[in-house]
């Protein structure tokens, strides 16, 4: 059984990416007059909360911790 193993190793790669790997965004407002539209677009790139990085980390190891143990 090793699939816990293997999720534990996944979980743990996404936690140390959503460490460094920002997440774009985009965001559009504007208004419509008549037959005018005026609009602007603006991307924003934002990381993920250390929090939830730090969780998904402890789960992947405690993850891989349990499947060590269970043997």
């Known amino acids: 059984m090793k699939a816990l193993f293997w ?4 979980l743990l790669i996404l936690g ?3 460490l460094v790997i920002p997440i774009p965004r ?3 407002k504007g ?4 037959g005018i539209s005026v609009g602007v677009e ?3 790139r934002e990381t ?4 939830v990085s730090a969780a998904l980390i402890a789960g992947g190891v405690g993850l ?3 499947q ?4």
Do not use: D, Q
């Open 31 to 34: 208004f419509h007059a008549g």
């Open 64 to 66: 891989m911790i349990a």
């Open 7 to 10: 999720i534990g190793v996944v």
């Open 16 to 18: 140390i990416a959503s």
């Open 48 to 51: 993920v909360s250390p929090v």
């Open 42 to 44: 603006t991307t924003h």
């Open 26 to 28: 985009n965001e559009e």
């Open 68 to 71: 060590k143990l269970k043997k």
